[in-house]
């Protein structure tokens, strides 16, 4: 479990600040929306409608427990 945790943050460290598609979810888990981009990493944002089973570029910006990565959308502030 934990060789798995470092790979993800490797994985993911490797992608801070770059620009990625993401295909959001349509559930809302407890007020957050989660989804994959291109190369797979996990992101979550706070829920959003008019996100679900949209595809948007968004910035990879930091490692969120969970294994997440928060992201920005263009022109916008972090959300999760």
């Given at each position: 479990?934990f060789?798995?945790l470092?790979?993800?943050?490797?994985?993911?460290?490797?992608?801070?600040?770059?620009i990625?598609?993401?295909?959001?979810?349509?559930?809302?888990?407890?007020?957050?929306?989660?989804?994959f981009?291109?190369?797979?990493?996990?992101?979550?944002?706070?829920?959003?409608?008019?996100?679900?089973?949209?595809?948007?570029?968004?910035?990879?910006?930091?490692?969120?427990?969970?294994?997440f990565?928060?992201?920005?959308?263009e022109?916008?502030?972090?959300?999760?």
């Open positions: 479990f060789s798995h470092i790979y993800e943050a490797f994985h993911y460290e490797q992608h801070l600040n770059s990625r598609t993401v295909l959001f979810e349509s559930e809302n888990d407890e007020g957050y929306m989660h989804g981009t291109d190369n797979y990493i996990k992101v979550k944002t706070k829920y959003d409608p008019t996100l679900c089973n949209e595809i948007k570029e968004v910035v990879i910006e930091k490692l969120l427990l969970g294994g990565a928060g992201i920005t959308f022109n916008e502030e972090i959300k999760a």
